[in-house]
């Protein structure tokens, strides 16, 4: 007999398992088919920053039920969720300009943010230095995690205590419209039965639906990051973005002097040709993760971004890092990067197919912070909940 289930979850990386949790979490029988072994993708390459204060006023709301729906989870089983807070470092008066005006608005959002003086950034971030800080913002609610760790520890609870059927290693060869549901046949020659399929990986819709996937207005984007060895004796708290993070990130879109400070800048500086802004997070081994950097192609030209380290990219990241941050050592241990598909026009790509098949992708660097939150208001209106 087929195997059958409310809800099949094709991608188990963050923005699938999240579907499943708030599925299970409404007593829903779930399956999550992910085509590795382990996750491999965005939601393991990134710096384990959950941020709702760089995104707009719509993500920010999907990103502070996030948090709530990360702390919830962590009191029941340790994913590696830390609170430690996040703090934007403002480099001049511009950007000084920026965060104050930000301030205003998270106040009329009601989400808590603290300006913080210069001398208060060098108090509480060491070996910030002293010619790089104007202010910050600093926003106490946010937390980090480790997303090497957290998405395994993530399945794992939901596989012991929830009941989640996990098949890894496992690609989906064809969804199927059946009476009653969706038919789905794996490569492992499997074929289960669902009321609802959930796609949350983009190269199985890719590989199953070629024509919606060509004509969609998706794309890709390869970040380039770097991981310090181990900083013994030295403690970087949360998530620290800085100057060029505040020209970049939504959030700040929303604040009135924006057009007119990003009118101004350079267009063909470095940092502009290779979407470069600097992030530090110090990950729980105590080493400090560094970057990062944007390419953009289309999802059909993915290819042509190529698998090869920009070493002039990684060398300038390092360089700017060490005039904001005096770490006791720059030496590098580890060079990667990561790959996430974003929509040119929407916040994400969603399709759904005869009524019961959902192709939810694309939520680009949103992933990691906006999931959770996105996740929970998916699941009621796929299953039409309250």
């Known amino acids: ?91 001049n008066e511009e950007e000084v300009q920026l965060i104050e005006e930000l301030s205003s608005i998270n106040q009329k959002n009601g989400y808590t943010s603290q300006l913080l003086t210069r001398q208060e950034c060098l108090e509480k971030y060491p070996g910030l230095k002293p010619g790089y800080v104007k202010a910050g913002l600093f926003f106490p609610d946010e937390v980090t995690v480790e997303p090497r760790v957290m998405i395994g520890r993530l399945l794992q609870y939901l596989i012991k205590e929830k009941g989640l059927d996990y098949y890894d290693s496992t690609h989906v060869l064809n969804c199927a419209q059946v009476t009653g549901g969706v038919s789905v046949l794996t490569s492992k020659g499997t074929e289960l039965e669902a009321g609802k399929v959930i796609i ?49 990130y939504e959030a700040f879109y929303e604040c009135p002097s924006f057009a007119a400070i990003k009118a101004r800048e350079v267009p063909d500086s470095f940092e502009k040709k290779w979407g470069i802004h600097i992030l530090f997070k110090q990950a729980a081994d105590g080493s400090v993760i ?37 770490l006791p050592s720059y030496e590098i241990q580890n060079r990667w990067f990561g790959i996430y598909s974003q929509c040119k026009t929407q916040d994400l790509f969603q399709h759904t197919i005869d009524g019961a098949i959902h192709i939810v992708t694309g939520i680009g660097g949103k992933g990691m912070t906006g999931s959770a939150g996105f996740s929970k208001e998916n699941i009621k209106r796929v299953f039409d909940l309250k």
């Open 1 to 91: 007999m087929r195997k059958k289930y409310d809800l099949i979850v094709v991608g188990g990386g963050v923005l699938g398992t999240f579907h499943a949790y708030h599925a299970l979490e409404q007593g829903l029988r779930v399956a999550v088919i992910e085509k590795d072994k382990r996750p491999q993708g965005a939601t393991v390459r990134n710096f384990g920053q959950v941020v709702p204060s760089g995104m707009n006023t719509k993500w920010q709301e999907y990103g502070r039920e996030s948090l709530n729906i990360y702390r919830q989870i962590q009191d029941r089983f340790d994913i590696s969720v830390r609170h430690n807070g996040s703090v934007y470092l403002a480099s």
């Open 200 to 248: 949350c990986c983009g190269s199985e819709f890719k590989t199953l639906y070629p024509q919606l996937f060509a004509g969609s207005d998706l794309e890709v984007t390869k970040l380039q990051m770097l991981q310090t060895v181990p900083q013994p004796g030295y403690e970087l708290k949360g998530s620290v973005l800085t100057g060029l993070s505040i020209r970049r």
């Open 290 to 326: 560094i970057g990062d950097s944007h390419e953009y192609a289309r999802a059909a030209d993915a290819d042509d971004l190529g698998f090869d380290l920009r070493t002039d990219v990684d060398d300038f990241m390092i360089i700017e890092a060490q005039k904001i941050i005096a």
